[in-house]
């Protein structure tokens, strides 16, 4: 009976798995280039992506070198994933907006995300590399891992700030150093170190203890923590981004408008006032209609008539006068 039992048991989490994984979490809004979904790691090919695909938790969306491509959640999150990238989707779930999870892993190349909706105290999304694990509360932000790496290349991912506010820790655990709006940081091991050790040595201001306790000042002082950089009194770690390098960032990590016309819809949890479902929707921006064929240029005029010789003969004698026109 307790075998019974046993296989029932493993026979319902088996199912509840694999119809957590079949569940639509999103869509592709816009697809450039060569861009495949995998269903692991391990999977070279995938299969090849068109727009308005659905996404499903633990795929891995892979771009090529020339390709892109715009992800649009059932929360209203945006993420464009950059050329020669890949990002797999884990434990996303909604039902409300606010307290929603999910966990988006940066494996290698550029990511730039837009949470436009506040994640709740009982809620927790999270952007991981290898490098770090980054909390978001309701920001935007770009984050790139290099492939390979050597010694004269990056060593860590690089987190960009645009808007709000983001908590990045050590992979393994401990204090977070917080990067605000105009600021960056390369999480790395020796990043990690520096902030940690000026953070005991100075009172700085890189945060302990579980990262929703963290999330629930972070959702109230979104402004105030971007003024003071958090982590820029943790030994220099944070830095300023200029406009010039936000500019870039933001062009190198952006998938353009230029794959698909029209609009995607998704239907989210929560329902309006009917019992019906609600719809996420995300307009994109109409393409511009093609150029008009150059008009046709008119015919060339005809040829000039060859010009005429006339050969005349004068009548001598008993002949007939006779004139031949020659062309």
Known sequence: MKHLLFIAVAFALQTSAAAFADSEIGRLALVNGEVRIAKSETDEKGRIAKPNDAVFNTDIIKTGTSGSAKVLFTDQTLMDIGPSSALKVSNYSIKEVENRTGTFSILYGKLRALVTKKVGDDGKVEVKSSDAVMGVRGTEFMVEVPRIRNAGGAQ??????????????????GPAISVGAGQMVVASPKTFSQAAAASSGQGGTAAKGDSKQDSKNDSKSDTKAAATGGGDTGGGVVQKVSAEQMQAAVSSSSTQNTAFDGSVNLAHAGGDSSGGSKQTAIELPSLPPPPPPPAVP????????????????????????LTVNVQ
């Open 298 to 321: 008119p015919p060339p005029p005809p040829p000039p008539p060859p010009p005429v010789t006339t050969y005349t003969q004068p009548a001598v004698g008993n002949q007939v006068h």
């Open 156 to 173: 860590g991912t690089q987190v960009i700030v645009v808007s709000g506010l983001v908590q990045v820790r050590p992979p393994q655990g």
